[in-house]
């Protein structure tokens, strides 16, 4: 794929041969593309809608610092032999804990400038939606966070992945044995489910559906649980085809255990925000 979009002219102060990123990218692309939206639908309610920029940035922020500490804890060992690198290196960027990183400090935000919890928490929810579909493309590029090897038609291989989808990669990264006939077939390089671009697609039809009931007659905050719901659900689903070296609960990796938690938190949130009449109709309060 394409890792590494161009690299900067070694006569840039700084930052003179930086490599940009197609992760980088696409991360900057989500966040702006969140942020616009956020702000219409700010600016349509009757809130300043520059207020949207400063949850983007508490969004960034929150979110780096959850994905990585999220990573950091979950691969101590790495921690400990190297702290410098596991801490500061680019890669090691995990949803959950940019999620939870990111929520803590828009709500910090909300509260500061005594905005509506459960009307912002509902006009950021379609933006959340896009804006994760957008990152898993810089996913997709780059070659990260894909699927088990695979001989049908969707399998992509990825040659300059991280790491990449050989064999050798394979087995010791994440501790698969790959089947003979696959690599009859294909040889060292090996497809895999395009993971990625699934997410892509149900995360993209996610937001469809939230942009469609964003006005609706249920109470604050009732988008966001089902916001919430659904991209729980939709990670569930994926984990099956995901390779991942995390399946510390028999067939579920952790990112299932705590998606299954999720889900019944955001069920129980859209039970309890489901009255028809309340104030909360897409409209300021």
């Known amino acids: 794929m394409y890792p590494i979009f161009f690299t900067l002219p070694s006569w840039l102060p700084f930052m003179g041969g930086a490599p940009i990123t197609s992760f980088g990218v696409f991360m900057f692309l989500s966040f702006l593309t ?15 809608p520059d207020r949207a ?3 983007v940035f508490m969004a960034v922020l929150g979110g780096v610092i959850g994905a990585k500490a999220y990573y950091v804890l979950l691969n101590y060992e790495s921690l400990f032999a190297d702290p410098v690198s596991a801490i500061f290196s680019r890669g090691g960027m995990v949803w959950y804990g940019g ?8 709500v910090f935000e909300i509260k500061r400038r005594a905005l509506p919890l459960g009307q912002m928490a509902d006009l950021c929810s379609p933006t959340l939606a896009i804006g994760y579909a957008v990152g898993r493309m810089g996913c997709f590029l780059v070659g990260d966070d894909y699927g088990r090897p695979t001989d049908a038609w969707v399998g992509i291989a990825f040659p300059n992945g991280t790491p990449a989808t050989n064999v050798e990669s394979l087995e010791r990264s994440f501790g698969i044995q790959i089947d003979p006939a696959l690599i009859e077939r294909f040889g060292q390089v ?5 993971t990625q671009l699934y997410e892509i697609g149900m995360a993209s ?17 009732w988008l966001f ?11 569930f689903l994926v984990e099956f085809v995901r390779v991942k070296d ?5 067939p579920l990796t952790l990112a299932q255990v705590i998606a299954i938690a999720l889900v019944l938190v955001g069920l129980l949130g859209v039970q309890r925000t489901w009255s028809a009449g309340g104030k909360n109709k897409g409209e300021k309060a």
């Open 99 to 106: 999620f939870a990183g990111a929520l803590l400090l828009i």
């Open 190 to 194: 090996i497809p895999v489910h395009p």
């Open 246 to 250: 995390d399946r510390f609960f028999g």
């Open 34 to 48: 969140g942020g616009m939206l956020l702000r219409a639908e700010m600016e349509r309610t009757g809130h300043e």
């Open 205 to 221: 039809l996610i937001f469809l559906v939230l942009w469609r009931l964003r006005v609706h007659q249920h109470r604050a905050g």
């Open 53 to 55: 920029w400063d949850l």
């Open 225 to 235: 649980w089902l916001c919430l719901t659904l991209l729980s659900v939709e990670r």
